[in-house]
């Protein structure tokens, strides 16, 4: 399915969708847990769902119901309490890399063969330094495609020492996950960790369950085994990585934005946006759990424009798409850095931006670990958003501040995160 999207300015106030990240941490205890537990307004995406569905052919019951007020739905998981069922037929978790990665470790707590699978762009993605954790840790792995999925794990999970190479946050996460409720005690060192603070918040909701844990500054972990998982309930935050795109859209038309209900305390990465887009001139103001920001005048209006800047983002990868067409609208270089991780996410993001930024217009050099982009006007045209929902949100903000309209293509994809993503940005023109 193709989107237009038309030169115009944004404003007004919306609310984003709830977290990804924390929705699939929520449901992965619950599915765990003894007992009930309650996720209050959970992210509705496929995503999700796949997530949601995973939970449930490990042994948890969903019951999902919608809040009277309208605002959401609420789940109601009845846990495992740790005893996994081994599922039939292979676990398809669609395009949820988060999925993916986060329950291949649970998978490994019980005594059966345990399959995952998913579409095309999850059977590219590699999980090989995971999958050779979970080995030294005592479960079987058998590879299907290499280090990329389909693969089946079989426990039990004995524990043990294991050091861990982590491009991507969610192999430790994962582990961290599952080894409280392993048989033993586990040691992991770690040599290399991209994207920390989602480790941040995976330890939030272990310290949550209690679980009695050993982190020494991130290099090291001390997991004691036998541990369990209760019951719990939890409303889920607004999502930073979703807030991301209406940020920048305010940011490049000089508009000003309100995303309502996002906690300012929370560990997401993608909050790091907000201080990066005042670095580049925009002006932000908290009031509680909203949020509120003005971008400067455009350079096509008259204005200032935004400034350029060097960007980190490190712990940030999701952010690079939003972020790389926000700089081409700014008054000179930015450079994206120090995020190589950015080629292995659902596309090798940095070269597919590379790419159709430059179809569109733009001056922008590649770079291993990032880009590097000079503002100017882009023309507008034809875009191929590559099945990736964060590229395709992203451009669709490109049309924007463009001379001509920007079309892309495969726009369904931002159902993976952000349902009616197309209907909000319509809603928000002023």
């Not at 038309?6 to 765990?32: D, E, F, Q």
């Not at 919608?66 to 037929?89: C, N, Y």
């Not at 995303?259 to 201080?275: M, N, V, Y």
């Not at 009031?287 to 455009?298: A, H, I, K």
Request: negative net charge; glycine residues 12%.
């Amino acid at each position: 399915m193709k989107q237009t999207v038309k030169p115009g300015k944004i404003g007004g106030t919306l609310s984003v969708p709830a977290s990804k990240s924390h929705t699939i941490r929520g449901l992965l205890i619950a599915a765990l847990a003894r007992g009930e537990s309650r996720l209050i307004r959970p992210l509705l995406s496929s995503d999700a769902l796949s997530c949601l569905e995973a939970c449930r052919r490990l042994g948890a019951v969903v019951q999902r119901t919608v809040l009277e007020d309208g605002t959401g739905e609420e789940w109601v998981i009845t846990g495992t309490a740790g005893r996994i069922t081994i599922p039939q037929e292979p676990i398809d978790v669609g395009n949820s890399g988060t999925t993916l990665y986060l329950a291949a470790s649970l998978a490994a707590l019980g005594d059966g063969p345990v399959t995952f699978t998913g579409d095309q762009q999850i059977r590219s993605r590699p999980a090989g330094p995971l999958l050779g954790a979970l080995e030294t840790l005592g479960a079987r792995v058998t590879r299907h495609n290499g280090d990329c999925a389909p693969f089946t794990i079989q426990g039990p999970l004995k524990g043990g020492e294991t050091s861990l190479s982590c491009p991507t946050s969610q192999y430790l996460s994962s582990l961290l996950l599952a080894a409280p409720l392993a048989d033993g005690n586990t040691r992991l060192t770690i040599s290399l960790l991209y994207e920390q603070p989602y480790v941040e918040m995976t330890l939030g909701w272990l310290e949550e369950q209690f679980v009695v844990l050993e982190n020494r500054d991130f290099k090291e972990f001390f997991i004691p085994g036998g541990q369990s998982y209760q019951g719990f309930s939890k409303a889920v935050p607004g999502d930073y990585s979703s807030a991301a795109f209406p940020l920048c859209a305010a940011a490049l038309t000089g508009g000003k934005i309100t995303i309502e209900d996002l906690d300012p305390r929370d560990s997401q990465g993608d909050k790091a946006l907000i201080g990066m887009l005042e670095t580049m001139g925009c002006r932000v103001q908290w009031e509680g759990r909203n949020l509120s920001l003005q971008g400067p005048v455009p350079l096509r209006e008259g204005g200032p424009g935004l400034k350029p800047a060097v960007l980190d983002l490190n712990d940030t990868p999701d952010a690079l798409p939003a972020l790389a067409v926000t700089a081409c609208f700014a008054a000179g270089t930015t450079e994206l850095v120090n995020v190589p991780q950015a080629r292995l996410k659902e596309t090798d993001r940095i070269a597919v931006m590379a790419r159709e930024l430059s179809r569109l217009g733009a001056k922008v050099e590649e770079r291993e670990d990032g880009l590097i982009i000079t503002g100017g006007p882009l023309r507008g045209g034809e875009a191929a958003g590559h099945g990736d929902h964060r590229v395709v949100m992203a451009l669709a903000l490109a049309g924007l501040g463009a001379q001509n309209p920007v079309t892309v293509d495969t726009a369904e994809a931002v159902d993976i995160t952000f349902p009616g993503f197309f209907g909000i940005l319509d809603k928000l023109r002023i």
